[in-house]
């Protein structure tokens, strides 16, 4: 119930294409719903978030469509760039330890490569 | 200015040995984490910390001890070093506001045990 699946393992795109990430949940208390883009060598960041009273979210290039019915949650990459090419991580975490800590609950990962 | 920073970056040694990674954070939060990440890139996380306090420990080997002496400081100490150790441990920051979660990640120091 703490898993996190994420599909697909690897992904390649066109510059300029929509590169999509998924990802699936079961624990329907979580309560927070990020995305982490991790690039070579460096550690993750946050990317875009969001939370299970919106089904829409968008920040640039990047938007999080979000099914709460289906507990699915994913990542759209608009006019994607080469530059974007890296490991992008889903996450899940529920309000817990009297809000003390935030454990994330991370998917496997996605290896993205966009092509110029 | 690193916001989170850790020390060494890189860490090789042998089987059975003992060694320290340092983590600092600047960022004045009161939550730290230690994340392992393996070889096929899964992140997991081992330890958090919450104002000097211990909040969540991953069923992770007693080899595994972490101290923060202050909040700013969240360092892990690992016994008995074993080859399966061998991965990039990511030490992360936070700071609870109302609509964000945001975790900091330092650089990562990748250990590999021989």
């Known amino acids: 119930q703490q898993q996190v699946k994420q599909s697909p393992q690897s992904l390649i795109v066109q510059k300029g294409g929509i590169s999509i990430i998924n990802c699936a949940y079961e624990?329907?208390?979580?309560?927070?719903f990020p995305w982490y883009q991790q690039f070579p060598g460096k550690g993750p960041a946050l990317l875009i978030a969001i939370r299970p009273d919106v089904s829409e979210k968008k920040e640039g290039r990047f938007t999080i469509s979000f099914n709460k019915s289906a507990k699915q949650f994913s990542l759209h990459i608009m006019d994607s760039q080469p530059g974007d090419s890296a490991t992008y991580f889903c996450?899940?975490?529920?309000?817990?330890?009297?809000?003390?800590?935030?454990?994330?609950?991370f998917g496997t990962g996605t290896l993205l490569a966009v092509q110029p | 200015d690193t916001a989170v920073s850790q020390t060494p970056k890189y860490l090789v040694t042998q089987m059975g040995n003992d060694k320290s990674i340092k983590c600092e954070q600047n960022l004045g939060h009161d939550t730290m984490y230690w994340y392992k990440q393996d070889s096929k890139k899964f992140l997991k996380i081992m330890f958090s910390?919450?104002?000097?306090?211990?909040?969540i420990n991953e069923t992770v080997p007693n080899r595994f001890s972490p101290k923060s002496p202050d909040k700013a400081h969240l360092n892990l100490h690992i016994n008995s070093l074993e080859l399966g150790d061998s991965a990039v441990y990511f030490c992360?920051?936070?700071?609870?506001?109302?609509?964000?979660?945001?975790?900091?990640f330092g650089p990562g120091t990748r250990l590999t045990v021989t």
């Open positions: 910390y919450n104002n000097k306090e211990l909040i």
């Open positions: 624990n329907t208390a979580f309560d927070y």
């Open positions: 992360a920051s936070s700071q609870k506001k109302p609509l964000s979660n945001e975790q900091y």
């Open positions: 996450a899940a975490s529920m309000e817990e330890y009297g809000g003390a800590t935030n454990k994330l609950i």
